[in-house]
């Protein structure tokens, strides 16, 4: 190559194509060779998704006034999305294992944009569950300046003829009530406008999570979905931020550092948050570089944290407020801040804002709890924390989820003691409420199997079956737990524990139960615990049967549900444990 030709940076064959885009996006065509910066947004069938495009083109119009008025030598992309699927609509469906799917998918789509067209700075605008850890994981890989934007929440809506507050999970509780006309009246009400759920289920506790990692602006996350805040005054602060990461250095990476990753577990905990977290949290850190188990905390340090920080907040789905509620009694930072002031968290991590966490929340100045919907950690709604982790002869790696929070009844002095009633399939049980519920005793403890990251495969959630028996546990005052090895929407409540692993399709302990086993679980010891498989000639003997059972179907167990899209497949074949996040794994060559 001659000096001139090294001298000179056009090159014809690739930039015709980028003059005509910057020409069309009204951008300045001198400066397609500057880094090049983006808004990607995620989007499927739903209306948690239906508030982001407007985000997106606010905030990409905040981009190009920026770009223009301060002269930066950036190229502006136009606007990329990925895909997801409604979980709503989908729990207690075969499709609903396409959802943990959708957080690989949006992640993958995210990367060969972010990779692809080498960007160099992202605002990721992200709505319903799953695609926004899938954009978090992306955004830590490719580890160039870019912040997470939570669309928001969509309001609760009301039941017109009682004035009752409902919501999504309202209408999952009240699928098997005799009353058609209620039935209809609440599908027809209870999602008014748009936006995410609007509890602390999965959607806003990972909005939290991700915020107090530092990713994104803690006063951004409780805003409803149409706050006029996040089409006006957000996107020129969203920008600001990018512009300081890029003039700083900041990165991603140096954002979710150990101790962030500890702060974000501890807001998680103390908002009563989805069992999801213990399986997105390791699935960011991983994007992260970090082993969230022996980088971040051990098991037992989680469970210690559990004992010790309260639940702060009365929110769905264990209470009564939605996160626009929380919003009106001073927001996410609000319960930061209070967290702060008894030392439960590191105030010195660094945020996107170019703030640590404790100048960042100084300066928004959150009002103190108002002790009805945001508690003190002197007067909290609830003592102890929302989640634990069991291990135990039916989860020997440990990880079995459960949340404290949302528990009824059924724990008398820190036990359950239940009999087994096992389902091979999720949709067995469904079919098991609904057309024999009074079949369902009190102290069964419901085993539903096969349903596990590679079993399902896609681990979906049991919304449906939880909230039926819920309804159920309340209507004929008895208390029904479940253990699953799949996993539970935010919107779970009761004696309700998932993650169980190995999974049955491994043949893990959970495989071998049989219909009148004894189930302990144990919250006095974090244990969960199967009487007859602790006799290691029954264990032998049941895992030799399960064993001969696959050998004679080909090495799989003839339970293990075939399947054919090559998503589902790709999924089976590669997915990681729960505990490890339950993603698809890398292939190591």
């Not at 850190?285 to 920080?309: C, K």
Request: a negative charge; proline letters at 6%; one cysteine or more.
């Amino acid at each position: 190559m001659d000096e001139s030709s090294r001298r000179d940076p056009w090159r014809p064959g690739q930039d015709c194509q980028a003059v005509a885009t910057a020409r069309s996006l009204g951008q300045d065509v001198d400066k397609i060779h500057g880094d090049a910066w983006g808004v990607v947004g995620t989007l499927g069938d739903s209306v948690c998704y239906l508030g982001v495009t407007d985000k997106v083109e606010a905030i990409h119009e905040a981009l190009a006034r920026r770009i223009r008025e301060r002269d930066l030598p950036v190229r502006l992309l136009a606007p990329n999305y990925s895909g997801g699927i409604s979980d709503g609509q989908r729990n207690g469906t075969p499709q609903m294992r396409y959802s943990l799917i959708g957080r690989e998918t949006a992640n993958d789509g995210l990367s060969l944009h972010f990779e692809g067209s080498e960007i160099r700075g992202a605002v990721a605008v992200v709505a319903c569950d799953k695609p926004p850890v899938g954009a978090t994981a992306a955004i830590l890989e490719r580890d160039v300046p870019a912040v997470v934007v939570s669309d928001g929440s969509i309001r609760p809506g009301t039941d017109p003829e009682t004035g009752e507050r409902i919501d999504l999970v309202s209408c999952f509780q009240v699928a098997g009530d005799p009353d058609a006309a209620k039935r209809e009246r609440w599908a027809r009400n209870a999602c008014p406008g748009h936006g995410s759920c609007g509890g602390i289920f999965t959607y806003n506790t990972m909005q939290s999570f991700i915020a107090v990692l530092g990713l994104e602006p803690l006063h951004m996350v409780s805003p409803a979905s149409e706050d006029p805040r996040r089409t006006g005054e957000f996107p020129g602060q969203i920008v600001d931020c990018l512009e300081i990461m890029t003039q700083r250095g900041i990165t991603p990476r140096r954002l979710a550092a150990p101790v962030a990753f500890r702060n974000a577990a501890v807001v998680a905990i103390a908002l009563g948050g989805s069992t999801n977290v213990v399986l997105h949290a390791p699935e960011i850190a991983r994007a992260a570089g970090l082993d969230f188990w022996s980088e971040v905390m051990t098991q037992q340090e989680f469970n210690r944290l559990s004992r010790t920080v309260p639940v702060l907040v009365d929110a769905r789905p264990f209470g009564q407020y939605s996160m626009v509620d929380i919003d009106e009694a001073g927001g996410l930072q609000a319960v930061v801040a209070e967290l702060l002031r008894h030392d439960l968290l590191d105030g010195s991590a660094l945020t996107c804002t170019g703030e640590t966490l404790a100048e960042q929340v100084e300066r928004l100045a959150p009002p103190a709890p108002d002790r009805r919907v945001v508690f003190p950690v002197t007067e909290p709604f609830k003592p102890t924390g929302g989640l634990r982790l069991l291990s135990g002869n039916l989860a020997p790696d440990g990880g079995a989820v459960i949340k404290l929070a949302g528990v009824e009844t059924g724990v008398v002095d820190g036990r359950f003691e239940g009999r087994a009633r096992v389902f091979d399939s999720e949709q067995a049980l469904l079919r098991a409420l609904v057309e024999t519920p009074d079949e369902f005793a009190d102290r069964d403890m419901v085993v539903i199997r096969y349903e596990g990251p590679r079993g399902a495969p896609g681990m979906p959630e049991m919304l449906d079956p939880t909230s039926r028996i819920t309804a159920l546990c309340r209507r004929k005052g008895i208390s029904v737990a479940l253990m699953t090895d799949a996993r539970f929407s935010g919107g779970s409540v009761g004696l309700v524990i998932g993650h169980v692993g190995p999974e049955a399709a491994l043949g893990g302990p959970i495989a071998l139960v049989e219909d009148g086993d004894t189930i302990t679980v144990d919250l006095n010891t974090d244990t969960l615990e199967c009487a007859e498989l602790a006799d290691p000639g029954v264990r032998q003997a049941r895992l030799a049967k399960w064993h001969q059972a696959a050998e004679a179907n080909g090495g799989v167990h003839p339970l293990v549900r075939p399947v054919t899209s090559r998503l589902l497949r790709r999924m089976r074949a590669l997915a990681a444990s729960a505990i490890d996040g339950a993603g698809m794994a890398e292939v190591v060559s």
